[in-house]
């Protein structure tokens, strides 16, 4: 069977400014708050390795933009840091920083590689956590305003932005699974948090509108398709639960422009309702995106508690529980499940359920564990395993495509191995090796391979 693909589709890989540059004290840029949450707990990280250094790109973009052409990318994702781009917050533009990111965006166009450009990776500049950070009501019009800055600066050359990276993760890392900082589990105040995440992205695609640009914004969303164990009506509302906290929260809002009055009846039951200004329902509105990236790794399969939990939740999780279907295909080397069909499944309920918007795959990966094992002979990673996973889930997009699905492209999690929060180095996923010792890049198989199915736009 042959899988073709449309000649404009988008074949590339994702990173972000946090993961990626390294330089994380130098060229001007304060700390965020990985910065600062390393500074004080550097045990919180595997191998005691922070996001000082990254894969070092601050240092390298000229030779790592030409391996991003070798690898056969016509288009490429990262993000901008704020605390590089406005030390302070709120106040002057560094121009070290404004300088790196000309440099890198004129590469990239003069490598004929498309700039799609993210604001917010998980990456709060420090002194803005400091002043409530998504709690507050004064950070989201700091951020609208750093994101206007973003869209003057480089919106004659950046036609693709997105708002925020992921969303949700902030809110359930930072305040509901001590994973992120400041490692808060209070779910009325994860609530403000995602809330208030909502406003800014509106404000921010309100500021970009008014600019009246020749281009495009939209948000990039970890849409984690969610299955019941049974369909006994206890997991299918165990399952209708967490796809409403998990995905609709900010799905409903990008989307449509507000939220499902199911949502709002479920914070409202448990008393958890976000406080509302005069003038927020507009402004969500006023938050519909032209474009949404879609992040997918794994699917959520979830059952009903045993016990039904009674009271207030402390988390989503006290509403349902994860279930673990017998024979589920797994990642051996990352402990995930893989399920290809889950990417069908989202670009389905996309064309069915919201209006076929354009979307594009903007991540999709194989962490791996101890990769070294891999290394072959000729001293570069034999990862059939990733041309396996990437190939599934193409098959599965390719169909998607073939039933009318606005798909756009495809981004792989990631071009070279990079830094992953807390657990920094533990997984690689990257089509190009990085030898943490040297910073060495050296193509995997799987790079070789990516490269031929971009060119030949598909494969066999
Ligand atoms: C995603 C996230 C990325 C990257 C990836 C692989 O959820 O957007 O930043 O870390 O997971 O772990």
Same mark, same amino acid.
């Given at each position: 069977?042959?899988?073709?693909?449309? #000649?404009?589709?988008?074949?590339?890989s994702?990173?972000?400014?946090?993961q990626?540059?390294?330089?994380?004290?130098?060229?001007g840029?304060?700390?965020?708050?990985?910065?600062?949450?390393?500074?004080?707990?550097?045990? +919180?990280?595997?191998?005691?390795?922070?996001p000082?250094?990254?894969?070092?790109?601050?240092d390298h973009?000229?030779s790592d933009?030409?391996?991003?052409?070798?690898?056969?990318?016509?288009?490429?994702?990262?993000?901008i840091?704020?605390s590089?781009?406005i030390?302070d917050g709120?106040?002057?533009?560094?121009?070290e920083?404004v300088?790196?990111?000309?440099?890198?965006?004129d590469?990239?166009?003069?490598?004929?590689?498309?700039p799609?450009i993210?604001?917010?990776?998980?990456?709060?500049?420090?002194?803005?956590?400091?002043?409530?950070?998504?709690?507050?009501? %004064?950070?989201?019009?700091?951020?609208?305003?750093y994101?206007?800055h973003?869209?003057?600066?480089?919106?004659?050359?950046?036609k693709?932005?997105?708002?925020?990276?992921?969303? !949700?993760?902030p809110?359930?890392?930072?305040?509901?699974?001590?994973?992120?900082y400041?490692?808060v589990? #209070?779910?009325?105040?994860?609530?403000t948090?995602?809330y208030h995440?909502?406003?800014?992205?509106?404000?921010?695609?309100q500021?970009? +509108?008014?600019?009246q640009?020749?281009?495009?914004?939209?948000i990039?969303l @970890?849409?984690?398709?969610?299955?019941?164990?049974?369909?006994?009506?206890?997991?299918?509302?165990?399952?209708r639960r967490? #796809?409403?906290l998990?995905?609709?929260s900010?799905?409903?809002?990008a989307?449509?422009?507000?939220?499902d009055?199911?949502?709002?009846a479920?914070l409202?039951q448990y008393?958890l309702?976000?406080q509302?200004a005069?003038?927020?329902?507009?402004?969500?509105?006023?938050?519909?995106?032209?474009l949404l990236?879609?992040?997918?790794y794994?699917?959520?399969?979830?059952k009903?508690?045993?016990?039904?939990?009674?009271?207030?939740?402390r988390?989503?999780?006290?509403?349902? #529980?994860?279930?673990?279907?017998?024979?589920?295909?797994?990642?051996?080397?990352?402990?995930?499940? !893989?399920?290809?069909k889950?990417i069908?499944?989202?670009l389905?309920?996309?064309r069915v @359920?919201?209006?076929?918007l354009?979307?594009?795959?903007?991540?999709?990966?194989?962490?791996?564990?101890g %990769?070294? +094992?891999?290394?072959?002979?000729q001293?570069?990673?034999e990862d059939?395993?990733?041309?396996?996973?990437?190939?599934?889930?193409?098959?599965w997009?390719?169909r998607a495509?073939?039933?009318?699905?606005a798909c756009?492209?495809?981004?792989?999690?990631?071009?070279i191995? @990079?830094w992953?929060?807390?657990?920094?180095?533990?997984?690689?996923?990257?089509l190009?090796?990085?030898?943490?010792?040297?910073?060495?890049?050296?193509?995997k198989?799987?790079?070789?391979?990516?490269?031929?199915?971009a +060119?030949?736009?598909?494969? @066999?």
């Open positions: 069977m042959q899988y073709r693909f449309p #000649d404009n589709f988008w074949w590339g994702a990173s972000s400014a946090p990626m540059e390294g330089a994380a004290a130098r060229g840029k304060s700390a965020n708050i990985f910065d600062h949450w390393f500074a004080i707990a550097p045990e +919180r990280f595997h191998g005691g390795i922070g000082t250094d990254t894969s070092t790109f601050y973009f000229e933009i030409a391996l991003l052409k070798q690898l056969g990318h016509n288009s490429f994702r990262t993000s840091s704020w590089r781009l030390p709120t106040g002057e533009i560094n121009p920083a300088a790196f990111y000309n440099a890198v965006f590469r990239l166009l003069a490598e004929g590689i498309t799609l993210n604001l917010y990776h998980f990456d709060m500049p420090m002194c803005m956590q400091e002043r409530g950070g998504w709690e507050s009501r %004064e950070v989201v019009a700091a951020y609208i305003h994101a206007s973003c869209f003057a600066l480089f919106g004659d050359r950046i693709h932005w997105f708002t925020f990276n992921e969303p !949700i993760v809110v359930e890392c930072g305040y509901l699974g001590h994973h992120h400041p490692c589990v #209070d779910f009325g105040r994860a609530v948090v995602a995440t909502a406003l800014a992205h509106a404000g921010a695609v500021a970009y +509108r008014a600019r640009e020749d281009g495009e914004i939209g990039i @970890n849409l984690t398709p969610t299955y019941p164990r049974s369909q006994e009506p206890a997991d299918l509302l165990a399952s967490a #796809d409403l998990l995905n609709k900010f799905l409903d809002p989307l449509k422009g507000c939220y009055p199911e949502l709002i479920l409202e008393d309702l976000p509302v005069e003038g927020d329902k507009a402004l969500l509105a006023a938050g519909k995106v032209d990236g879609i992040n997918y794994q699917p959520r399969r979830v009903a508690k045993d016990e039904p939990w009674s009271g207030t939740p988390t989503p999780e006290d509403l349902f #529980d994860y279930y673990e279907m017998p024979g589920r295909k797994m990642n051996p080397h990352r402990g995930w499940e !893989i399920y290809e889950g069908y499944d989202i389905t309920d996309l @359920n919201y209006g076929n354009p979307c594009y795959i903007s991540e999709n990966g194989m962490g791996v564990e %990769e070294e +094992r891999f290394i072959g002979p001293g570069r990673v059939d395993y990733r041309i396996d996973f990437i190939r599934g889930h193409l098959e997009l390719h495509l073939e039933e009318g699905s756009r492209g495809y981004h792989l999690w990631t071009f191995d @990079n992953s929060w807390l657990n920094a180095y533990k997984n690689r996923y990257g190009v090796r990085l030898d943490l010792e040297t910073q060495q890049r050296t193509i198989k799987s790079g070789h391979w990516f490269a031929d199915v +060119r030949n736009h598909g494969f @066999n």
